[in-house]
Structures are given as C-alpha cells and as structure tokens.
C-alpha cells in the first residue's frame, strides 16, 4: 500500500497543506494584493493627462476616405479613420469612441441617428460635424480642436 502512487500523492499534498502556517499564507495573501494593486496603479492614467490623452477620430463617408489629401491630413493628425457604410455602423463607431472618451470629427453623420443619441448618453463628448465633403481647409481646422 505504501508504494501506491495515489497514496504518496496523497501525502505530498497533506504535507504541503500542513507546512502552510498561519503567517505563510497572510504573507502569501499581502504579496498576491500588492502585485494586483501595482498592476491597477500602472494602467492608470496620469493625473492631468487624461484630457491631453484624449483620443481624435475621424468618422467619414467612402468620398473623403478616399481623397489622397484627406488622409495624409488625418494621419498627420495622429487621428484614427473610421469609414462605416450605414447609419447604424456610424451609431457604433460614435458610441465607440465617444464611450473611450475621444474627440470625434464627422464628416457626413446622420444626427439624429448617430450624433444626438451618443451625445445624450455622454454629455462629456466632443463632436466636431463637418459636411459630408469638406474643404480641406475645414477637415485641418476640425483635426486641430483642442483635445
């Protein structure tokens, strides 16, 4: 019975259960809470910096998406394209955004559908709505709002 590997399995863990004392496991327990409280106060953002970190997005139809010029704008910007094919991508896409915090330039929204409600929803939200087609100088103006 003694060579049973069930049995002697049994008594490692029996003998690991018996050397956990009383000031192992509290020492055990306060290193697991200062490693999960270091990992919270690492992901957090710095103080003063949440506004200046604020995410831009550009939601526009496929016409701007597709102008050369626009997008160099846009990615010189350090702006993020979103190019969503119906009204109710725009809503998500806005949602989205609007939900991370960013500052949102459209171009071509439906309002009703996919600016208002988001906006009601989160009153902090920065829109910036810009016609379907801007100027070039328009869509650079949007892109420099603060943040």
Known sequence: MGSDPL???ALVIRSTLV??????????????LLVAGGAQ???APAQGAADSARPLVVVAGPALA???????????????????????EQLSVTHLFAARGATIVG???????????VAA?????????????PSLQR???????PR
Do not use: H
């Open 107 to 117: 171009a071509g929204l439906d309002r009703r559908v996919a600016v208002d409600p």
């Open 139 to 145: 869509l650079q103006a949007a892109l420099r709002v």
């Open 7 to 9: 049995v002697r399995g």
């Open 41 to 43: 106060v690492a992901g």
């Open 121 to 133: 929803r989160y009153p902090a939200s920065r829109f910036v709505l810009l016609a379907a087609r």
């Open 19 to 32: 050397r956990m004392t009383l000031p192992t496991t509290i020492i055990s327990a306060a290193v697991a």
């Open 66 to 88: 597709a102008d050369p010029q626009a997008r160099a704008a846009i990615a010189e910007a350090g702006a993020q394209l979103r190019v969503p094919r119906s009204p109710t």
